[in-house]
């Protein structure tokens, strides 16, 4: 499988995960939020000296990102990710999309 075969197919995965509006928009927010306070946090470690009196801009960012896309699962009613993966891990039974959209059609990439 080549790379682009490989990032598009978990594209599709991930939209199917996200059928609900709700949390498909959620996502669309929190993902850039996530992003953003990693690249902040990263780029504030590495200035010389790092601006400790505002450790909490990252954190905001990042902590605000991750509440919103928990929030998308919780109301879509499917396990995050990352939860996903460290029950596949423990051989654990897990969520991926849920009962309530499984009937719904997936987005489809345009």
Known sequence: ???????????????ARHRSPVSFWLHMIGIPLTIVGVILGLYQLLQDPPP??????????????????????????NDMGEIIVVKRLLGLPYNAISQRYANRPSRQRT
Not at 1 to 15: E, N, P, S, V, Y
Not at 67 to 73: E, K, M, P, R, S
């Open 1 to 15: 499988m080549t790379k682009a075969k490989g990032i598009l197919r978990w594209i599709d995965d991930w939209l």
């Open 52 to 77: 400790w009196e505002r450790w909490w801009h990252p954190v905001l960012l990042f902590v605000s990102g991750y509440f919103l896309q928990w929030c998308g699962h919780l109301h879509e009613g």
